[in-house]
C-alpha cells in the first residue's frame, strides 16, 4: 500500500494581473529589430497574504535593453497566482520556497506562453527566453 504526500497547497487559479507593450514609433521599432537579442530578461517574484490561507504570487517579468537610453521598447508582463495553503504545520522557510520556488516552476509553461506571444504580437516573432527560468537558482541567490 503506498502512502501519498499530503499535499502542501493548492493553485486556484493564475491570471495575467498586467500587461504592457510600448514601442513608440516605426524608427524605434525598426531599431528595436536589430538590437532585439541584447534584451535582457528581468524577473521579480512578490507575494501578498489575502485571507484564510490564500496568498497571491505576483511574478513580473520585463524585457528590457540594458544599453540604450533612447529608441528602446518595453515589454513587461504580471502573472498572478492564487494558491490555498493546505498544510497548516509549514514554517515561513517551507512558505517561502513553495511561494517562490515551486508555485513559479508549476505555471511557468502559462507564463512564458504568454509573454512570448506579447513579444511576438508586439511584432517580434523570433523572440525566445532561451533556457527555462531556473526558480531554485533564484532563490538560493536571494538567501545569500
Do not use: A, W
Not at 515561513?92 to 502559462?110: H, T
Amino acid at each position: 500500500m503506498k502512502t501519498t504526500m499530503t499535499e502542501k497547497y493548492k493553485i486556484l487559479g493564475k491570471y495575467i494581473k498586467d500587461m504592457s507593450s510600448e514601442t513608440p514609433d516605426v524608427e524605434t521599432y525598426i531599431f528595436v529589430q536589430d538590437r532585439i537579442f541584447k534584451y535582457q530578461l528581468n524577473i521579480n517574484i512578490d507575494t501578498k497574504t489575502i485571507k484564510n490561507k490564500i496568498v497571491e504570487v505576483n511574478i513580473n517579468l520585463k524585457f528590457e535593453d540594458k544599453e540604450v537610453e533612447n529608441k528602446k521598447s518595453h515589454f513587461e508582463i504580471v502573472f498572478s497566482t492564487v494558491v490555498k495553503i493546505l498544510d497548516s504545520t509549514l514554517d515561513n522557510k517551507e512558505l517561502e520556497k513553495i511561494m517562490l520556488c515551486e508555485v513559479p516552476n508549476k505555471i511557468y509553461p502559462d507564463l512564458e506562453k504568454s509573454f512570448l506571444n506579447l513579444l511576438h504580437n508586439s511584432g517580434y516573432p523570433g523572440v525566445k527566453l532561451g533556457n527555462k527560468i531556473d526558480f531554485e537558482k533564484l532563490f538560493s541567490q536571494r538567501k545569500s
